[in-house]
């Protein structure tokens, strides 16, 4: 058996044994917003609900191993004392796992992920539009457990009001497990989806991806495209050039007979098909070769 003392590993090595041991975990996608009025959408999944009444969830927003620095979200509940905390299901972990990309304060990732922005009841942070479950609170305490990197800061949340997709409701009036389709994370690029098991969601580019704010309108609105697929398109650095394009299409007759079609859902399907054979570049291709 491997036996490890926390005090003789790097931490990044022992956050990572952490996270693939103590799995599956909700996932809090944290909407908040600074004193300025800047917002941030984030998710965090050291998270769970932790008392009923008063109801209260608690997640952890650790500061950055690599340099010690704190997160916006941090950084904003600190300042305003409030919080959204939107619950994720399959339908929207792509973009979700886009709103971590790392971008600048100023930058928002409802904008950059896709997702709608809806004016919350009591707090001033707004609500994940396409979250099946959205809770407005109020944050009573933030714990700091270290001053290192690694550290977690546990943000103590009161529900204040909560919404309810009537969508993922049964006959009974109760959350139907099976509508709901929650997801949570595993280790490393694992996730769990609670109707069928696990799969893969690879982490955002270590450099900063163009956000689904930046895909042409006509295949962002597109009626066969997700939200998931916008968001791994979102997630490439920089588009493929026209002379890639060209050499693409000249190189597939199967793809030029798609696209002789001149029908928008058959060059959709198709750049969805490669998006699930995780061909992401080639379906970039062919959306903008008309």
Not at 210 to 237: A, C, E, F, M, Q
Request: glycine fraction near 6%; charged fraction near 25%.
């Amino acid at each position: 058996m491997l036996s490890i003392d926390p005090k003789t590993v790097s931490t990044a090595e022992l956050h990572g044994f952490l996270l693939s041991a103590v799995a599956p975990r909700p996932i809090a996608f944290a909407s908040t917003m600074d004193k300025d009025g800047n917002v941030n959408l984030s998710p965090f999944s050291f998270f769970n609900v932790y008392s009923s009444k008063p109801p209260v969830m608690i997640f952890s927003a650790n500061r950055r191993v690599r340099d010690n620095s704190t997160k916006h979200t941090l950084e904003n509940v600190l300042e305003t004392k409030e919080v959204v905390v939107n619950i994720v299901n399959f339908a929207i972990v792509q973009q979700v796992s886009l709103s971590s990309t790392e971008y600048p304060k100023e930058v928002n990732e409802f904008e950059k992920s896709g997702l709608t922005m809806l004016k919350s009841d009591t707090v001033k942070p707004f609500r994940v539009a396409e979250s099946p479950v959205q809770f407005e609170c109020k944050v009573n305490e933030v714990i700091a457990l270290g001053d290192e990197g690694g550290a977690g800061n546990l943000i103590v949340c009161e529900v204040l009001k909560m919404h309810i997709n009537e969508a993922v409701l049964g006959t009974d009036g109760k959350i139907d497990q099976h509508k709901i389709d929650l997801v949570s994370r595993m280790g490393s690029n694992w996730y769990c989806r609670a109707n069928l098991g696990m799969f893969e969601v690879p982490k955002p580019l270590s450099s900063i991806g163009i956000g689904v704010d930046n895909i042409p309108s006509h295949i962002r609105y597109s009626k066969i495209l997700t939200g998931n697929d916008l968001g791994i398109l979102g997630n490439v650095d920089k588009l493929p050039t026209k002379e890639e394009i060209n050499t693409y299409i000249e190189g597939s007759i199967k793809i030029r007979e798609v696209l002789s079609t001149d029908d928008t859902e058959q060059i959709h399907k198709k750049a969805q098909e490669l998006i699930v054979q995780n061909d992401v570049l080639s379906a970039w291709k062919v959306l903008l070769a008309k």
